[in-house]
């Protein structure tokens, strides 16, 4: 096989990342924009050590689930990796990834999966969209990138962002054509939605732009965009300036959260309310327990368990989150609670170290997952029960063999889909000590 080279290939299945796998004369190829099951046409683009990249020239014999993708610039744009593919099947295919990685990263011969939570809105989803910008022409270009380059795809709508964004999307555009307004060196915008209360803030990245003409685009954003209350604008330089504030408040299950433009938020305000549950749920207080709260950012699971605990301890390095945390904690009443901004890392294992133990401990880690270190830590602590949520499937289930080896079992695995059109999945999984 050579670069370049015309292949037909049938797919056997869809991996971590979303591409297609098929085998070719014993060797693997890597094929986007496919279906499990389908007979397809493709064009070697690379051959490296062990495996062949692929780009798809023809569907010889499409899948049942194969659809057309309702997005002009799907299969272009990196963000949704799976708009052809009907969306049962996402989440049958989520579901065998998340098996398969259980099973041979993992160690676990019949993982104990629950039956998934699927989305009740496969589009109009997402709350927080990055998008990038090149406006050195007349009018701007605004969009995203392709999958693993820097080329703009430009839109005009995102199907899976939330209307309110959408709509922030047609109102900046003028703004930015404009001579008495537009940012030349604009690069990237951050937009973020607070559901629950139609608060929107914006964060813009800029190689650096005069005073005056960013006081003239915020002034006139923040009369023309909807419901838009914070503006912060950074530059290559570092500078920082926020007009109006710096935080939105959002509604989560009917609680206020301020949520600052440093911390995190989840994208799926729908689905964030199936996680939370589903914490809760896997929890059990009774209002004896003493709860460890790994990652904990604004509180978004703790301020949930802490009104059912004794106490609750949560830890995380990002300090406006940690500030926010605080802040959500007084406004909702909730004083049993401490929060520490401090790396997740060293806390963990200086309270392994200590001889303080806790009833529960509760992980939400990014994308890397928790770690070595954290899970020595934690296998020394041994809580009597853990709940981890995790949004990498291959990254829980590393995690899960080191714990396991240390005395953990893996007690249920509830799946919840918080991105559809993408192969992504978040899982919330329950572990007992022995």
Not at 64 to 71: S, T, Y
Not at 209 to 220: G, Y
Not at 241 to 252: A, E, L, P
Not at 334 to 357: M, Y
């Amino acid at each position: 096989m050579e670069g370049q080279s015309i292949i037909d290939a049938t797919i056997d299945k869809l991996v971590d990342g979303g591409m297609g796998l098929a085998r070719i004369e014993g060797q693997v190829v890597f094929i986007p924009g496919v279906c499990p099951g389908e007979r397809v046409r493709a064009r070697v683009t690379a051959v490296k050590s062990g495996y062949a990249e692929a780009t798809l020239e023809a569907v010889m014999a499409p899948s049942a689930d194969r659809i057309e993708p309702p997005c002009p610039v799907a299969g272009r744009c990196g963000g949704c990796q799976w708009q052809h593919l009907a969306y049962p099947a996402q989440l049958r295919t989520k579901i065998d990834i998340l098996r398969e990685d259980l099973q041979r990263i993992g160690k676990l011969t019949d993982p104990p999966l629950l039956p998934p939570i699927g989305a009740p809105s496969p589009y109009e989803y997402r709350t927080r969209i990055q998008l990038k910008f090149d406006c050195s022409h007349r009018e701007p270009f605004i969009g995203f990138y392709e999958a693993q380059s820097r080329r703009l795809v430009p839109i005009d709508r995102c199907l899976v962002a939330a209307p309110p964004l959408n709509h922030a999307i047609a109102a900046l555009r003028p703004l930015l054509a404009d001579p008495a307004t537009r940012l030349p060196s604009l690069e990237e915008a951050h937009l973020h939605l607070a559901p629950g209360t139609g608060e929107l803030q914006c964060r813009y990245v800029t190689k650096g732009e005069p005073k005056k003409r960013v006081e003239s685009f915020l002034a006139a954003a923040e009369k023309r965009v909807e419901g838009l209350v914070s503006q912060v604008y950074y530059d290559r330089s570092g500078h920082r300036r926020v007009w109006g504030r710096d935080w939105v408040v959002d509604r989560i299950k009917d609680r206020p959260f301020r949520i600052s433009d440093r911390s995190f938020a989840q994208v799926n305000p729908e689905q964030n309310e199936a996680l939370i549950d589903t914490v809760t749920a896997f929890a059990s207080l009774t209002g004896r327990e003493s709860v460890l709260e790994l990652y904990c950012g604004i509180g978004n699971f703790g301020l949930f368990l802490a009104p059912d605990a004794k106490s609750l301890y949560g830890i995380d390095e990002n300090k406006s989150a940690i500030s926010d945390a605080r802040e959500n904690a007084s406004t909702q009443g909730i004083a049993n609670v401490r929060f520490t901004a401090r790396p997740v890392e060293e806390t963990v294992e200086e309270l392994a170290q200590g001889a303080q133990r806790w009833n529960l401990i509760v992980a939400d880690p990014p994308r890397e997952g928790l770690g070595r270190r954290v899970t020595d830590a934690l296998v020394t602590l041994k809580p009597t029960r853990m709940i981890y949520i995790s949004c990498v499937p291959a990254t829980l289930a590393r995690d899960l063999t080191h714990l396991s080896a240390g005395g953990y079992r893996v007690a249920r695995i509830q799946p919840v889909d918080l991105f559809p059109q993408t192969p992504y999945l978040e899982t919330v999984t329950e572990l007992i000590v022995s």
